[in-house]
Structures are given as C-alpha cells and as structure tokens.
C-alpha cells in the first residue's frame, strides 16, 4: 500500500493528531463526567498528553522541513528527535500523575454511574486513535519521521490504555469490587511509563548520531562490493572506514574510496558518483561522502597526535 499522497504527510497527519486529541479529550471527560471512574480521568489526562505531543510535534516536523542555511549547512533534521523526547517527557509526567490520583481512590472508592454510555464514549475514542495510529505508522515508516513514529506509539498507548479502563470498569460492575478501578489505571499508568522511557531513550540515540539499521548497513555493503575490484592478488578498487549515521529524515554514509594512483581526476570522479547513484538508488534518502584515495595509501583515525 503506497503511503505517499500529501494528505499523508507527517504533516499533515500531526494535523490530524491534533484534532482527534480534541475529539478524545471530549469524549473522555463526559465519560469520567458520567461514571466518576478514576480510570477514565486517568484516560482523559492523557489524552491532554496526545494533544500537547501532537502540537510539539507539529512545530518540530514544520522545523526539521527547512532547507539548509548559513547557521544549520546540514539541514534542520533531528528537530524530530526533540519532539520525540518531549513526547516521553509528557508520557511520564502523566503516568506519574495517574498513579497518583488512582493511588487515593484506591483508599477510598467511588460508586460509579451511567457506565453504559461512559464505557461507549471510551470506545468510540480509542476506537478513532487506533485508526489513525495505523495510518501513522505505515506513513512514519515510509517517511522515516520520528515524531510521527513517536505520536503513533502514544497514541496505541492510549488504545491500551482505554482497553484497560474498559475491562477494569467492566469487572468492577460485574464483582462490586470498586478498588479494581484505581487498580486498572495504575497498572496502565505502569505501561505508560514505560512507553514514555522508550521514546526518550530513542530520542536521546538519534542525537547522538546512531548508525544506519543493520539491514540498512547491509544493503550499502552489497552496493559496494559490486563496485570493489581485485586483479589476481592487486586490489584495484576497495572501501574502507564505511561509517554511518541518521539525523531524522536523512541518512548518511561516508567512506574512503582506494584507486589506482595513476588514474586521472576526471577517471576517478566518474567512478564515485557512479557509486553515490548506486547508493542512493539503494537506500532511499541516502546520502554518500566518499573521499577518493590511491590504493597505497591509508587513512589513520584517533591518532595519538590528533588527539592532542
């Protein structure tokens, strides 16, 4: 299925994501309106969460689309791994305020009411974020964006999240047993918590330059073994110190390319960008520095004299 029409932009699903927060924020608050289960509110909180992610998130993408200028020559990319973090951030804070509010109905529990229509109201919410995390993903994948990646993990959060009201509400109206309610929403407060520790860990890896997926690497190491040359036991053609890294969007590789040295500059020229097409035409969104080298000569990384 190809995602790749602009209604289907990260852009504009964040849009999106903005306008089911509202919807979910509405519907959740008349649900807890109704019953008075701590679950809800414990739902309807992070929901507040789903729509201060989603407009961070919104601005961050907005961002990471500007063009390189004279301040950001490498483009404005890992504005996205902001926007990841800030969602975990947002993730915690709202698991930690759930267990707190379920924590003092635990000690005192509340009769609940009208939990027809409240369990409805649930349902219908978590219903319109499963459909649009979906849609999220496969976009996020296309895309490689991270926010977009990030809001459609807390949004299947919240699907859970309100699975787990829904059942906990349900066998507190089958048992009478009224403290189950303060204890489903902890225990969804638990997995919140943990969603929120991933995103940011994942924020907090992109910043720090982390490497291409291993499958990823391996397609580049393919590309390049079909350009590599050996001659009997003189190795004409071969790449060395192949390193990677992602910034958002973006992918780069960059890698030492060893020739013959009586090869002319303009012989050798052709024969990179022939190797930076081959890349790019292999891994979307690719982009390639090869430093062109004669076969007899190495390059030194972390050398004691460079350090200094």
Excluded: C
Excluded at 3 to 18: D, E, T
Excluded at 74 to 99: D, M, N, R, T, W
Excluded at 114 to 139: E, K, P, Q, T, Y
Excluded at 273 to 289: F, I
């Amino acid at each position: 299925m190809n995602l790749s029409p602009a209604w289907l932009s990260p852009r504009r699903l964040l849009m999106a994501s903005v306008l089911a927060a509202v919807i979910t924020i509405s519907l959740k608050t008349a649900a807890w309106w109704l019953t008075g289960s701590v679950g809800l509110l414990s739902d309807a909180m992070e929901s507040l969460v789903n729509l201060a992610s989603a407009v961070f998130g919104l601005m961050m993408v907005t961002i990471a689309a500007r063009p390189a200028d004279e301040e950001h020559p490498y483009g404005h990319h890992k504005a996205e791994y902001f926007s990841s973090g800030f969602e975990g951030v947002l993730i915690i804070v709202a698991g930690l305020a759930i267990i707190w509010a379920a924590a003092h109905r635990m000690f005192d529990p509340q009769p609940l009411e009208a939990l027809g229509l409240g369990l409805a109201l649930a349902i219908i919410s978590s219903a319109l974020n499963g459909l649009l995390a979906w849609v999220m993903f496969r976009s996020a994948k296309e895309h490689r964006s991270l926010a977009l990646e990030a809001d459609a993990r807390h949004l299947v959060t919240d699907v859970w999240t309100s699975a787990g009201v829904v059942v906990g509400i349900a066998l507190v109206a089958t048992t009478g047993w009224l403290w189950l309610d303060a204890l489903v929403a902890i225990a969804v407060a638990l997995n919140i918590l943990k969603e929120g520790v991933h995103l940011i860990w994942r924020s907090a890896q992109g910043l720090m330059d982390e490497s291409l997926e291993p499958e990823v690497r391996e397609t580049i190491a393919e590309v390049l073994e079909g350009f590599a040359y050996q001659r009997g036991e003189a190795v004409i053609i071969r790449f060395d110190h192949v390193t990677t890294r992602k910034a958002g969007q973006r992918r780069f590789v960059d890698m030492h390319m060893h020739m013959p040295a009586g090869w002319s500059l303009g012989r050798a020229a052709a024969l990179r960008t022939s190797v930076e097409q081959a890349l790019m035409s292999a891994v979307p969104g690719l982009r390639a520095t090869i430093q062109l080298l004669p076969s007899d000569v190495e390059a030194h990384f972390d050398d004691p004299q460079d350090l200094k």
